[in-house]
């Protein structure tokens, strides 16, 4: 635009960042196509995990994703050791689940779960500095 206005040429850097973002943007989109998709997919299935739970704690109940980058069971076992209760759906999504501020809750015991991974009671200080936490399957 710039140059238009002044009547010059772009020099060679501006060129190059231009081709840098064009050749790019093909890749950009595809990501953010695939992102799209893949974050439809885990809100209908939390939609589904959702609907087998009491509906006065639905909207408390939040995929694992949301929560850290790691692999879910990865933050499933992180969410037990920090003091709370996560699982793993019939329907394979990992989800955890928090009071109405927000805090990680201890005890819950979800209806439709395949593991769960929560603290341990009586409640203890693991080595790690977190709690002792425990999995249960069906």
Known sequence: MNYAAEGSKPGAVDIGLW???FVSA???ITTSVI???MDDDTQRKLS??????PAKYAKFIHPCSNYGSSAPEIIAMSIANKGGTAWISNIGLWVYITDARGNLVADYQPLDFL????PKKPYQAGLSGGFNWEVITK
Request: net charge positive; no cysteine; proline share 5%.
């Open 48 to 53: 589904h995990v959702r609907s087998k739970e």
């Open 115 to 118: 593991k769960i991974y929560r």
């Open 26 to 28: 093909p890749a950009a």
């Open 35 to 37: 992102k799209a998709v």
């Open 19 to 21: 081709a840098t973002g």
